[in-house]
């Protein structure tokens, strides 16, 4: 958590997909302040899509950020995305979806709330 799931009508190659995976990573833990090993990135290609969307993408992440840390993260996250895939801002829907952070387990272990992953034992020992 957080889970990106990225899904295109047609195949992304694969130096591009470890390029945006890597791209979301980067920016959701630079705004957000998430451990990076929380961040996933999943693909669904051939996916049906209206003809004015290339690229959706669902952003579920911990709930309990500000609107203004959400809209800043869904606005990089569009801005970044539409230049590396070379695309139209119009072919992007990015959307996020805020899910309690007790309804999700890393590693067999129930995630911190945002903001309290310094205070999270199980995490700490993991990054030692």
Request: charged content about 20%; glycine content about 6%.
């Amino acid at each position: 958590m957080p889970l990106y799931t990225v899904s295109t009508k047609t195949p992304i190659p694969a130096p591009i997909k470890q390029e945006l995976a890597k791209l979301i990573m980067d920016i959701h833990c630079g705004i957000t302040g998430a451990p990076e090993t929380f961040v996933n990135v999943v693909y669904s290609e051939g996916v049906p899509m209206s003809d004015d969307m290339a690229y959706h993408i669902l952003a579920t992440v911990r709930k309990g950020r500000t609107k203004d840390m959400n809209n800043e993260l869904k606005n990089e996250m569009c801005r970044q995305i539409v230049k590396l895939l070379n695309t139209s801002p119009q072919l992007l829907k990015l959307s996020i979806y805020e899910m309690p952070a007790a309804w999700v387990m890393e590693g067999g272990n129930i995630l911190p709330e945002p903001g309290e992953e310094d205070q999270c034992e199980w995490l700490q020992q993991a990054n030692h």
